[in-house]
């Protein structure tokens, strides 16, 4: 009998353990729906509130993208580009056969060119207009400040004035330019020729010598132009020269980027007469109710967008409430606000808490998999109307995280989200978007909540 009751205890014991853990929770999915009493609310009405930071200075060092132009932006200010870099010399080449042979025997200097490779799709500007580069000899080494490792964007390096090394001037046709060649100074060229055609000069020899004799270049474009472009941090300063034999044949060698932890960009904005033009170091952020119901996003110049949830906590007193379902963020760039200047393709939310609104970690959503991972908005471009282009978001965890620790919001609380590009955008990227708050029909920011009721 024994034998026969122990399999009958069985699966009395694994009935009742199942029964147990079917037992209903109030979850957003089908386990709801066979709740008769409870039911899912949706509620748009707890409107967020938005405005625009000041960001005073970051890291445009060891990004890979050079930056050079300008333009003017009626919204956002006269903004400027310029990069800095540091070269290295070819292979150092000695004759040590005795022979007196080198390889630029027989040979003469025909030209000094540098080669800058387009990075495709940063452009921000004009591109029906001509854009001018100059090319500058630096006359000091580049240096971090502060005896650092990194170079930020209101940092410069001086020049040795009255002496470009070159200009050019383009047409930038996007699908098809992909790399400009400018035409360098003679005396220049001849200069490094005889360097290398001569095997004892110690300033070719190896890269810490040649830095030490030429210290960089600066990339840049005169005031009051009309785009700015990226390119790689593959810049090349190419030497020509013919060598003679049974045939003449064209040779070159090239000066490559050296330290690219020394690369870097200064980017400056002159924001007189826009709608930013009070934001700076002291005031650093300022509420949308006075740039006409707006708020900014153009990082590389300066600006992030802030969101608060200020009402958040009166979903506690939501009717019958009883649990958050989920939270969806929903951000809708102002209409014809991107028809001219283009949005970023994607953007990432940032938790932030103090008054300097420094960018804490971003928010993730569970992917597919289960696993967490950033969320950059799944941005949706309306080509019809553009009445519904946005970003959207998933905030269910942030906000069921805010709501548990029970600290409400008080009038001066700096807890909120930063909108920003991603990096390396964040810092190479001129695209921008404007957003409204509740009182702008245009465009504005909803927060869609959805919460279990009991009825």
């Known amino acids: 009998m024994t034998k026969n009751l ?190 290398l055609k001569n095997s004892n000069d110690i300033d070719v020899q190896n890269a810490v010598n040649f830095l030490q004799y030429f210290n960089g270049l600066r990339i840049s474009s005169p005031a009051l132009s009309n785009l700015v472009i990226g390119f790689k941090d593959s810049v090349i300063m190419r030497l020509h020269y013919r060598k003679f034999g049974m045939f003449v044949t064209n040779e070159h060698v090239d000066f490559t980027v050296g330290n690219s932890s020394h690369q870097y960009n200064n980017i400056t904005v002159d924001r007189t007469g826009t709608p930013l033009a009070g934001i700076n170091s002291v005031n650093r952020e300022i509420a949308s109710e006075t740039t006409n119901n707006k708020s900014y996003l153009q990082a590389v110049t300066g600006s992030m967008i802030k969101i608060t949830f200020p009402s958040l906590f009166d979903i506690k007193q939501l009717p019958s409430f009883v649990k958050l379902m989920n939270a969806r963020l929903i951000i809708r760039p102002i209409q014809n606000s991107y028809n001219f200047y283009s949005l970023p393709p994607q953007l990432r939310l940032s938790v932030t808490s103090t008054a300097a609104n420094i960018i804490g970690n971003d928010i993730s959503a569970q992917s597919a998999n289960g696993s967490a991972a950033a969320q950059y908005g799944n941005l949706t471009i309306d080509y019809l109307n553009g009445l519904n282009t946005n970003y959207s978001y998933d905030l269910t965890a942030y906000f069921k995280a805010l709501l548990n620790s029970n600290v409400a919001y008080y009038l001066g609380s700096h807890n909120g989200i930063l909108v920003s590009p991603p990096s390396n955008s964040f810092e190479t990227s001129f695209n921008r978007m404007i957003i409204g708050n509740n009182g702008n029909i245009l465009g504005k920011v909803e927060l869609q909540i959805y919460y279990a009721a009991v009825q």
Do not use: H, W
């Not at 625009?52 to 903004?79: E, M, Q, R």
């Not at 490779?117 to 500007?125: M, R």
């Open 6 to 195: 122990f399999p009958i205890l069985l699966l009395s014991a694994t009935v009742f353990f199942f029964a147990s853990c079917t037992k209903p929770d109030i979850q957003f999915g089908q386990e709801l729906i066979n709740i008769t009493n409870t039911q899912i609310v949706m509620v748009d009405t707890f409107a967020p509130k938005v405005s625009t930071v000041y960001i005073d200075s970051f890291i445009t060092s060891g990004k890979a993208v050079g930056l050079t132009g300008g333009y003017t932006d009626p919204l956002f200010g006269k903004t400027s580009a310029q990069c800095y870099l540091e070269l290295a010399p070819p292979p150092y080449v000695k004759d040590n056969s005795g022979t007196g042979v080198s390889p630029y025997d027989n040979t003469i200097f025909d030209s000094l060119s540098l080669i800058i490779k387009l990075q495709k799709g940063n452009y921000y500007g004009d591109t029906t207009k001509t854009i001018q580069i100059n090319v500058d000899r630096l006359s000091q080494l580049i240096t971090p400040p502060n005896n650092g490792t990194s170079l930020y964007n209101v940092n410069t390096t001086p020049i040795i004035t009255n002496n470009t090394l070159g200009t050019g001037t383009f047409i930038i046709y996007p699908a098809r330019t992909d790399t400009l060649a400018i035409r360098l100074k003679d005396n220049l060229g001849l200069e490094l020729y005889n360097k």
